[in-house]
């Protein structure tokens, strides 16, 4: 059973960092996407990043704060993200989904086939 567990967030001050990692499990991702995405209060879920054989992709919103990355070996994504904002409270979730798909696709939810159960990010101001 291929499972995603996410793990790091918490509670920031506005300015500060966290680093979430995102453990997979079951079988080997290495050949799939691997994307965040989050989810605040009453909105609908959207994309933050993914990580493929050709290189990484942001949202726009957070584009140049954070920073997404793998490590095969341990089969782990990473998302580092810097001068956190309030807006960025939301809860995070780790996403796989075929390598075949690109561009465009790689913001969908439904691009994704497997995801973790979240982890909560609170920014304070």
């Known amino acids: 059973q291929a499972q995603l567990v996410e793990s790091g967030g918490g509670l920031v001050q506005a300015g500060g960092s966290l680093r979430l990692s995102c453990a997979a499990s079951?079988?080997?991702?290495?050949?799939?996407?691997m994307g965040w995405f989050r989810q605040a209060p009453g909105k609908e879920r959207e994309f933050v990043a993914a990580t493929t054989w050709s290189g990484a992709y942001y949202a726009d919103s957070v584009k140049g704060r954070f920073t997404i990355s793998r490590d095969s070996a341990k089969n782990t994504v990473y998302l580092q993200m810097n001068s956190l904002k309030p807006e960025d409270t939301a809860v995070y979730y780790c996403?796989?989904?075929?390598?075949?798909?690109?561009?465009?696709?790689?913001?969908?939810?439904?691009?994704?086939?497997?995801w973790g159960q979240g982890t909560q990010v609170t920014v304070s101001s």
């Open positions: 996403a796989a989904g075929p390598g075949s798909r690109s561009g465009y696709l790689l913001s969908r939810v439904a691009s994704y086939d497997y």
């Open positions: 079951g079988r080997t991702f290495s050949s799939y996407n």
